[in-house]
């Protein structure tokens, strides 16, 4: 057995149980061996609480195994001072002789110097143990740093002969494709990123709230397409109950949780909105909104991956799906729905 492997994945499943809550930081999971065995394990707490290799390490029973331990983690330990002082420094300390690692942190105040460090202090550092997981795993985290704009999801619902939406309705509501356990899944999706963003027709047609009322979790920060201030105030993406950025071309003074940018509807979009969400130091958006504005994001390559429901049902006549010119990357059941990724390489 790979002992490496097997501890670097318990450390991405502690990771993940800091999505949606460490921003801006990474999600990191660290585990502490010895003699093959946990002693220590831990996760990244909300922004400016410890690291993982803190709560990895405060998890110890007893401390005098460190001298004689491996600590694991998915990500280089930090060698700066930000919120909290460096990981690296910490290891060093506590005298924890090996140290292996998931992948290098390219964050230009890491970015091999914690690495560095460690070897220094005579620290045995071996990385890329698991390196494609972890990058996976820490895909919002790199995008930001490498493309200086948030990491980009495409979701939507299509019924089984291509139809994102019907050509009419009766009532203010969304007619769902998918099924409930597919609702609920993107309702945990809505916990793990920093914002989701829908047109003005989406939230003049369907009236969506835009919450994670289906699972536990942070609501996402509301994004909104109104290029004419044409929503009616009482639409629930007015509502104040969570923040909210509406991009207009219209001068419109902000109030409580409501923030107004101008952007120019007259030229690309996808570009202009990813500049808007930097600026608010978005890490991360699921784009909801119709075929107008999924199909911007598609045309000007600014998407990193789409995760597309295809239902049972169909339509006579309606709003054609998104087009992708990538193939399905994977594909997975949901009941009795499909659903298919595609990722951006």
């Known amino acids: ?58 998890s110890v029973k007893d401390e005098s195994l460190l001298k004689e331990a491996t600590i694991y ?35 230009s105040l890491v970015f091999g110097e914690g690495i560095k460090r460690l070897e220094k202090a005579g620290c045995n550092v071996k990385v890329g143990v698991l390196e494609d997981e972890c990058k996976q795993h820490h895909k919002r985290f790199f995008t930001v740093q490498n493309k200086q704009r948030p990491y980009i999801i495409l979701k939507w619902a299509e019924t089984n002969n291509g139809f994102i939406a019907p050509e009419s309705k009766e009532k203010q509501e ?12 993107v309702h945990k999706w809505r916990s793990e990123e920093h914002a989701i963003l829908v047109g ?19 609501n996402p920060t ?13 639409l629930s993406v007015l509502d104040r109950s969570i923040l909210t950025i509406v991009l207009t071309e ?3 003074d902000s109030k409580e949780n409501i923030t107004f940018e101008r952007i120019d509807f007259s030229k690309e979009l996808a ?50 799906a998104p087009v992708l010119k990538q193939s399905v990357t994977k594909e997975e059941k949901i009941k009795n729905n499909t659903l298919r990724y595609f990722f951006n390489d």
């Not at 969304?174 to 899944?185: D, E």
């Not at 991956?305 to 339509?315: D, Q």
């Open 73 to 107: 983690v998915t990500l280089e330990p930090c060698s700066h001072h930000g919120k909290t002082p460096p990981c690296a420094d910490l290891i060093i300390r506590k005298q924890i002789p090996n140290v292996v690692i998931g992948t290098v942190d390219t964050n």
């Open 250 to 252: 219209k001068e419109q």
């Open 1 to 58: 057995m790979d002992y490496d492997k097997k501890y670097m994945a318990r450390c991405l499943e502690l990771g993940k149980n800091g999505i949606g809550t460490s921003r801006p930081n990474p999600s990191v999971g660290a585990v502490i061996v010895h003699h093959d065995k946990i002693i220590g394990e831990g996760f990244t707490d909300p922004y400016g609480g410890p690291h993982a290799e803190v709560n990895a390490v405060n």
């Open 271 to 320: 570009s202009q909105i990813c500049d808007v969400l930097s600026k608010y130091k978005i890490q991360s958006v699921i784009i909801e909104g119709g075929t107008q504005t999924l199909q911007s994001f598609i045309n000007e390559n600014l998407w990193d991956e789409a995760r597309v429901f295809v239902g049972e049902i169909s339509f006579t006549k309606g709003v054609k």
């Open 174 to 185: 969304p007619v769902w494709i998918s099924n409930a356990y597919a609702k609920q899944l």
């Open 222 to 234: 509301r994004i909104v397409l109104d290029k004419s201030l044409r929503i009616p105030n009482n």
């Open 200 to 218: 003005t027709n989406t939230v003049v047609a369907d009236n969506p709230k835009l919450n994670v009322r289906h699972w536990t979790g942070n």
